[in-house]
């Protein structure tokens, strides 16, 4: 079995949770795409930007 390690602080609300992602969706601008995680313990949503993989099919994220 693989041990467990904390997440990245990148990954951690201002509460202390940790941030899972919720949701991928396209920003429209300059092939970017919008991540959404949510806080396990308080709820609370953070955005992040991100470039598109150009290697990755887009009909896995329901892009096209």
Same mark, same amino acid.
């Not at 991540?35 to 598109?52: G, K, N, P, W």
């Given at each position: ?6 997440? %990245? %602080? ?8 940790? @941030? ?42 329901? @892009?096209?």
């Amino acid at each position: 079995m693989r041990p467990l390690v904390e997440p %990245p %602080p990148s990954l951690r609300c201002k509460c202390g949770g940790e @941030l899972r992602l919720k949701l991928i969706e396209t920003a429209g601008i300059f092939r970017k795409q919008r991540e959404i995680y949510v806080c396990t313990d308080c709820s609370r949503e953070r955005t992040f930007f991100a470039d598109q993989n150009p290697y990755v099919s887009p009909t896995i994220f329901g @892009l096209r």
